[in-house]
């Protein structure tokens, strides 16, 4: 099982707010990274570290992370959207292992 | 722009040793980690391991003992041998680069993605 524990799915309607969260202790001590994947496709980058993005990802994507959850926020939700989202971090054993949460669907109404 | 590219066997039997090759293009292998990832049809994200560009590895514990991760600097290309497969080891193999960031290393770079089957 994941040490990254996520929601398995969420919606929200079009142009609204989303908030997707992902558990672990480790997050206490080391930062998340978001990944979107949509279907038949590699993931992507959208946040890493405190709230960066990578270039050319939308201002839409923010992130946060408070205790043992890392957040990823999609705010004003739009069809292009919608895909699954997996947060990714160092696992809890102090070594330079890493692990992914479980994903969460986001499906946009 | 940095593209990476899996390439190998789409099938491979049970028992036997998958093997895959990522070619890097648009920059160097040098000075970055690579690390590979998979995800069983329908299923979520696993990552597998990385290689520095020196040849330092490390190995997700769960396949530790099947796993081999490799680079070839000349070639601009790292290599996963994953031995003793069966068919719990099908699934899309993807190839990335890490950013260094001091203490962490998003995946910045992905591969398209190749599927392994494992099936006599």
């Known amino acids: 099982s994941s040490e990254l524990t996520q929601d398995s799915a969420v919606s929200v309607a079009l142009g609204q707010t989303v908030r997707i969260t992902c558990q672990g202790d480790t997050l206490r001590s080391n930062y998340a990274s978001w990944y979107q994947q949509k279907p038949g496709q590699a993931p992507l980058l959208v946040i890493y570290g405190k709230n960066d993005r990578p270039s050319g990802i939308s201002d839409r994507f923010s992130g946060s992370t408070s205790g043992n959850t890392a957040s990823l926020t999609i705010t004003g939700a739009q069809a292009e959207d919608e895909a699954d989202y997996y947060c990714y971090s160092r696992d809890s054993s102090g070594l330079h292992h890493y692990v992914f949460g479980t994903g969460t669907k986001v499906t946009v109404l | ?120």
């Not at chain 2, 990552?47 to 530790?64: D, E, M, Q, R």
């Not at chain 2, 890490?98 to 591969?111: C, I, K, N, V």
């Open chain 2, 1 to 120: 722009q940095v593209q990476l590219q899996e390439s190998g066997p789409g099938r491979v039997k049970p028992s036997e040793t998958l093997s895959l090759t990522c070619t890097v293009s648009g920059g160097s292998i040098s000075s970055y980690y690579w690390s590979w990832i998979r995800q069983p049809p329908g299923k979520g994200l696993e990552w597998i391991g990385f290689i520095y560009f020196s040849g330092s590895t490390n190995y997700n514990p769960s396949l530790k003992s099947r796993v081999t991760i490799s680079v070839d600097t000349s070639k601009n290309q790292f290599s996963l041998k994953l031995s003793s497969v069966t068919a719990a080891d099908t699934a899309v193999y993807y190839c990335a680069r890490m950013l260094d960031r001091g203490t962490y290393y998003p995946l910045e770079y992905w591969g398209h993605g190749t599927l392994v089957t494992v099936s006599s």
